[in-house]
T-cell receptor, first 113, second 113 residues
Framework: GDSVTQMEGPVTLSEEAFLTINCTYT??????LFWYVQYPGEGLQLLLK?????DKGSNKGFEATYRKETTSFHLEKGSVQVSDSAVYFC????????????FGAGTRLFVKA | DTAVSQTPKYLVTQMGNDKSIKCEQN?????MYWYKQDSKKFLKIMFS???????INETVPNRFSPKSPDKAHLNLHINSLELGDSAVYFC????????????FGPGTRLTVL
């Protein structure tokens, strides 16, 4: 079945460090891929997305490239800030089952000053 | 100017009670969802409505009953609450069902004692 696997957290970094959160997926057909972010006490909000192979999504310094050959969509940021501390969810959306969105388990990021 | 709103934000109740959570979106979207997020942050789809029609109905106990009086509202009624129902419930909406992003509400934290 369709699934998303992302690296377990928590990830703890110092401010200005480089961030990578790995995400791989299994899907029938051609999914769209998303990264959502959840700040403490809030709902999820879209961070970036890519709808086809080799697309790069980017927002607020975060980037992720849709890699069909490795079925991956890793999230990167060159220099994290304390305000980036949150839980990050990788997700895919597929047409099967009524266009369901399947989320990864989430990766908690702590950024220290 | 809240896009997706939920009430109440917190709900504490005894086992066996019946409770409802309300959701409203002012984005003009035609598709709405209910998700359950457990204590480990795992997010799982429960239901989805498109133009007031139920299109996703995951394996959820029939104690949970969604109701969509119009496209802007999707309520969740839970009968005979159990300890395992304790979680954060998120409402979300999207325009269309295709490869689109979802907009999430702030969540309702349900605690069953």
């Amino acid at each position: 079945g369709d699934s998303v696997t992302q690296m377990e957290g928590p990830v703890t970094l110092s401010e200005e460090a480089f961030l990578t959160i790995n995400c791989t997926y299994t899907a029938t057909g051609y999914p769209s891929l998303f990264w959502y972010v959840q700040y403490p006490g809030e709902g999820l909000q879209l961070l970036l997305k890519a709808t086809k192979a080799d697309d790069k999504g980017s927002n607020k310094g975060f980037e992720a490239t849709y890699r069909k050959e490795t079925t991956s969509f890793h999230l990167e940021k060159g220099s994290v800030q304390v305000s980036d501390s949150a839980v990050y969810f990788c997700a895919l959306r597929v047409p099967t089952g009524g266009f369901k969105t399947i989320f990864g388990a989430g990766t908690r990021l702590f950024v220290k000053a | 100017d809240t896009a997706v709103s939920q009430t109440p934000k917190y709900l504490v109740t005894q086992m066996g009670n019946d409770k409802s959570i309300k959701c409203e979106q002012n984005l003009g979207h035609d598709t709405m969802y209910w998700y359950k997020q457990d204590s480990k942050k795992f997010l799982k789809i429960m239901f989805s409505y498109n133009n007031k029609e139920l299109i996703i109905n995951e394996t959820v106990p029939n104690r949970f009953s969604p109701k969509s009086p119009d496209k802007a509202h999707l309520n969740l009624h839970i009968n005979s609450l159990e300890l395992g129902d304790s979680a954060v419930y998120f409402c979300a909406s999207s325009q269309g069902r295709d490869r689109v992003e979802q907009f999430f509400g702030p969540g309702t934290r349900l605690t069953v004692l």
